[in-house]
């Protein structure tokens, strides 16, 4: 939830969300039924065709007819005007709760986000205090010292919903507080209240709604829940009250356990379908991903790389280790058709051969890489005339094939170390399974191998390296735990997107050194995607530069800086003589095919 | 490992101190009646004040709950005021029927949860949204209701389950079963709808992380990574939602007795309500919380088995 309200509150951004909300049928079906199920409480005075205490003695538990749409409970009261009436209970109950919740979780939830000191400190201590309170026993010692009036005890239920709200608004807060615009607001002279009125209250209106919504089902059903253990008001009709009366008479008339048990449900569903409408009405980019429809994650996490129309052209040596030939990746689009990330690339690498993969960002590098591993993720769509690593094709592989070909033919070293290591598990057990269940070794010799390993890529304590989190290592130490991982089958091919970007300068020297040298000692064929020509020069054999999804060079290296032909290439090798860096660099676009920025690079 | 466990507990120790102290305290200064509420509303008014001396109700405030407080800790909850029998009888008869309850559903949960919810996760489509809408229907039905709708069918229309009464699991196992099975169900629905869509939605934010692509570019099967990797990471989260469920529990459970009619710890602290028997009161509330503080305690240490950072921390 947090993430997903981040700031902008441009008017039309608000009009785009209520026409998604207003699209929505669902959504708008909920709201129907909340105004109908308001509208007939409000007006039951008179819509109720009868007085709802109105006792007759020679009328109980008469099936529903004409007079009685409902029947009549057992002591001869309509049950439809019962419902009106109890409606009114229902929605009172719910609007003192989620009131006393908002004003009570709002403003502290503002202050501790806010004031992130000792305030927030205690604040957030009482707030898992009311976490931990069993809510029904709370309201019993509250009514037993104030009596089962209806507002003692949903301020109390509401005080115990704070939390939620609390919790909500002080991470609303902070996540705003962080963001510059605050800052801006400050320096241009605005106190804190205003900045935080200003702001943040904009900014969790919407999230607030949709857990006010839930709030609200839930004082329902918990006030429901009091009314049937009998802390009611016997004189008020109430729909919990209605299912305890019904309850008594339960052998001889069941039915009259329906209509109170369906007004509820019915009330309670539509306020959540409400709260899941907005909450989809504000675009909650993971909601959305989420509700993608293709993420079968089992069954083949990767598309299957499809033969294209196209026919092979063999521009790629028929002895080359790994041959790329027209390959397109695309991605569906919000309005109906495809965009292509990578249109049509063709490279290959030989055996031994280290090949520069270079380009801005976004320009489909790693696209391209995880195309060739079989990692993308399932809603891309893959096809090329020609793939191979050493003869074989890759073309129509399930991922179960794949799978057996990763890890042991072609590997893969991630740009950013901390998050490509399983924080929840050991190094050891993170290089140690791998090569058991690849290599099929034994425990005992995969460990030895792995001591092996990370003494090989730079690793002084190998023990203690091995018994440690992801979180206790240094960037540099996890990428060359990576990179152990990494070639730690014998690939025959390995692919290293950007692997130093994210590193300390200090380090990156001795890592691509590494790399060369592990590149070396296995005759390992080696793309390495980056975007600093200065690595390219350094060891790379081949480069092949890359701009919107396609390759616009590839030549020998030496070649390549001593004559480029491509007006990109000049302009990226300007850029990298001058001393700046390559990214965020435009020259104008020469084919077709706007990435969409799927690029990770 | 040992100081996180003592830190934890410590801290639960002090909520379960503040929470029935404020409760004693708010007990007393609002004029509940201890002595009225045994004799009931005909007694003369001598007749209560009477009463109220015996009960010791005369004295100040802090002395009576110094009073009390240094008799809990020696395991005396004292006398209810009611029922004239010592409150810690009361609850050793009625709390098992509760806790069965509450420990029954949460498990139940916990297991039928995980799997709907993984299962959800990696079938994307028709199971996934039969998922949501049970979830929807989980929260939107009252369980008692949903109790009531499940003893009129299997127990007043089928006959195959008593609808009400309970024996004790040392009498009769089996039909310790036949008593709890549907009080469970009724209670469990909610909480399986609630963990199942908390595990679901983790499941599915731990595959989009890089660390699981980067061990499917070693060549781990997508089953591995899924039964190891994304469920470990995944499972955080749940677990917090079910020491939640599990205080939900508690309070469902003391509606839930009165539909198959469980003389459970619910019953006890309604009739204490009624009759302002603050002992009893205090007695349920005092075993509630330590009860909870207790869940809550499990969960850290499985959180804190799950998260390494948590134990370092």
Known sequence: MTDAMIIDDAPVASLRRLRRFVRNPLGMGALAVLLFITVAA?????????????????ETLLPPSPEHLLGTDASGRDVLSRILWGGRVSLQAGAIMITTAVLVGVPTGLLAGYFSKWFDGLASWVSNLLMSLP????????????????????????????PDLFRLTRSVVITVRGELYIDAARVSGLGNARIIFRHVLSVIVGPLLVRASFVFGLAIIVQSGLEFLGFGDPTRPSWGGMLSEAFNTFFRAPELVFAPGIAIGLTVMSLVILGAAIADALGSERATKVRAGKRSVLSGTAPVIVEADKPAESATPASALLRVENLRITYPVQDGGDKAVVDGVSLYVGKGEILG?????????????????????????????????????????????????????????????????????????????????????????????????????????????????????????????????????????????????????????????????LQRERNMAMILVTHNFGVVADICDRVAVMQNGLIVEQRPVAELFADPQHPYTKMLLDSTLEGAPARGQRVPVQSPGQPIGKDAS | MIAFIARRLASGIVLAFVVVTGMFFFLKLTGSDPARGALGLYATEDQVETRRLQLGLDRPVLEQYWDWLSHALRGDLGMS?????????????RLPVTVSLAVGAILVAALLGSLLGVLAAINPGRFDRALQVTMVLGFALPNFWVAIILALVFAVKLRWLPATGYIHLTDDPLGWLRTITLPIIALSIGSIAAIAQQLRNSVITVYSQDYVRTLRSRGLSSRSILLTHVLRNASPPALTML????????????????????????????????????????????????????????????YSALNPKVRAA
Do not use: W
């Open chain 1, 42 to 58: 409000v007006l039951a005075p008179i819509l109720a065709p009868y007085d709802p205490g109105l006792i007759v003695l020679s």
């Open chain 1, 357 to 517: 993969l270079v380009g801005e960002s976004g320009s489909g590098k790693s696209q391209t890489s995880f195309g060739i591993l079989g990692l993308l993720p399932p809603e891309a769509s893959v096809s090329a005339s020609l793939l191979t690593l050493g003869g074989e094709s890759l073309l129509g592989r399930t991922e179960a094939e794949m799978q057996q070909l990763r890890g042991v033919r072609m590997a893969y070293v991630p740009q950013e170390p901390m998050s490509n290591l399983d924080p929840s598990f050991t190094v050891a057990s993170q290089l140690v399974k791998p090569m058991r269940y690849k290599l099929g070794i034994s425990k005992a010799d995969a460990v030895e191998r792995a001591h092996a390993l990370l003494s090989r890529v730079g690793i002084v304590d190998t023990k203690r390296t091995m018994a440690a989190y992801p979180h206790q290592l240094s960037g540099g130490m996890a990428q060359r735990v990576l990179i152990a991982g990494a070639v730690s089958c014998d690939p025959e091919l390995l692919i290293a997107d950007e692997p130093t970007t994210a590193l300390d300068v200090t380090v990156q020297a001795d890592v691509l050194e590494l790399l060369r040298e």
């Open chain 1, 135 to 162: 809510e029904i026993l709370i309201i019993i010692v509250v009514i037993s010292s104030l009596g089962s009036g209806l507002a003692p005890t949903m301020i109390t239920l509401g005080v115990l919903a704070s």
């Open chain 2, 243 to 302: 020491s939640l469920q599990f205080i939900a529990a508690m309070s469902g459970a003391a509606i839930i007795e009165r539909v198959f009619a469980l003389q459970g710890i619910g019953s006890v602290a309604i009739n204490a309500s009624g009759n302002s028997d603050i002992q009893v009161i205090m007695g349920v509330l005092l075993f509630t919380v330590l009860l909870v503080v207790l869940v809550n305690l499990i969960v850290d240490v499985l």
């Open chain 2, 81 to 93: 005021s009611a029922q004239n029998t010592p409150v810690i009888d009361l609850l050793v008869t």
